[in-house]
Each structure stands twice: as C-alpha cells, then as structure tokens.
C-alpha cells in the first residue's frame, strides 16, 4: 500500500492557461473521489468515479472543469481557462465500497 | 448529511488527553460519526467512526452520547505530532449516496509542548 499520490504537489500557471493534473489511487480501490481545499475551509466534494464511470458531480465543478478515469484505475482532472479563483489545495482520495475514504496530499495550484 | 458544530480552536499540553467535542443535534438514525484529521499540508486521514455505541482504535477513542447528538474524540496521550485539523462528519453509512463526505472548518488542536 503505496498510499494515494498526486501529481503534481505544486503548480503555478498564469490566468486563462490549462492545466492537468494527475491521481494515482491506492491499487484495488474502485472509487475514487476529488475534493478542493481553499485556504482556512475544509475540503469540498467535486466528483466522485466508482471504476472507471462518473457517478456524481458537484455544481462547484463548473464546465471548465473535467475528470476522467478512462480505464479505471489513475484519474486526471483538467481546469481549461483558468482563473485566479481557481488557487486552491486539489485533493484525490480513493477507497474500497464500505469503507473509509484514503487521501493523497494534494496538488496546490496557484493561478497569477 | 447532518450539519456538526466544532469549537474552532482548542489547545492540549503533550502527554495529556486531548477530547475534542462535536455536536450533531440534527443526526439522524441511520447517520454515523466519522472523524477525519488533517496536519498541515497533507491530505486528511481517517481516525474513527461510530454508529451509537463507543468505539476505539489505535489511534483514538470515540464517545457518543446516548441519545447520539453529540460525541467526543479523545487522543489519550497527545503528541506534538497530533497538532492538526480535526474534522468531525456525520453521514449515512459507506455504502450509499457514493461516499462522498462533507467537511466543515473543523477544530484546530494545538498541542504544547
């Protein structure tokens, strides 16, 4: 058990550029979750993958966000067009159905 | 999910228990207690869950109050290391509504040495 690892830990890109980022689960889990942290608030659900389909998304992901999971097993998480909105902590965790949710440490965009 | 209220900061000194108190007034019969904590830039870790009755692990005990609208996370021998973010999260059981979680602001625990 390797643990949930994201990829990558910091990114600094400028207002309007894509960026991608990566989320490697903990191998066997079958739902894996993305949450977003900003400075001072817990994490907030954005979308949630229970192998490789996408059963829920939050409104807080809006249509310049994408995931996708295509074979099940890593997921990725675009933000086209970014804004300054967007700095936050982007948190992946993965899990086993029945039980508790396991968390990587993030990746901290900063959008200048 | 039920909605919790935490106090927003509490200090502990080392070696002593910490108790952490969470209230949840709203929870419903089929919600359960989940504590998570959260150190300084990393991602949360999962301590303990309950349903009614007490539960503990390794890492924590968890006291739930009879009539369940509140409960208490206990470290019995806290550490610096224990400094963090603790988020307490009601919800129904994993197995439904996806499993997501939702977090609040959650209580700053600041052990002293």
């Known amino acids: 058990d390797t643990g949930v690892s994201q990829d990558p830990r910091h990114k600094i890109t400028k207002r309007g550029q894509n960026v991608t980022f990566r989320c490697d689960p903990i191998?066997?889990?079958?739902?894996l979750y993305w949450y977003r942290q900003t400075l001072g608030q817990g994490p907030e659900f954005l979308t949630y993958f229970q192998n490789e389909a996408q059963l829920e998304k939050s409104r807080l992901l809006s249509d310049r966000f994408s995931a996708e999971r295509p074979k099940g097993s890593f997921s990725t998480l675009e933000i086209q067009r970014t804004e300054q909105g967007d700095s936050a902590m982007y948190l992946c965790?993965?899990?086993?159905?029945?039980?508790?949710?396991?968390f990587g440490n993030g990746t901290r965009l900063t959008v200048t | 999910d039920a909605k919790t209220t935490q106090p927003p900061s509490m200090d502990c000194a080392e070696g002593r228990a910490a108790n952490l108190p969470c209230n949840h007034s709203t929870i419903s019969g089929n919600e359960y207690v989940y504590w998570y904590r959260q150190i300084h830039s990393q991602g949360p870790q999962y301590i303990i869950h309950?349903?009614?009755n007490n539960e503990t692990n390794e890492m924590a005990s968890l006291i739930i109050t009879e009539d369940r609208k509140s409960s208490t996370l206990i470290l019995p021998h806290a550490t610096l290391r224990d400094t963090a973010v603790y988020y307490c999260i009601v919800r129904v059981a994993w197995e439904t509504s996806g499993s997501r979680l939702t977090f609040g602001e959650g209580t700053q625990l600041t052990v002293n040495p």
């Open positions: 965790a993965s899990s086993l159905p029945g039980l508790p949710l396991h």
């Open positions: 191998s066997e889990h079958n739902r």
């Open positions: 309950g349903l009614k």
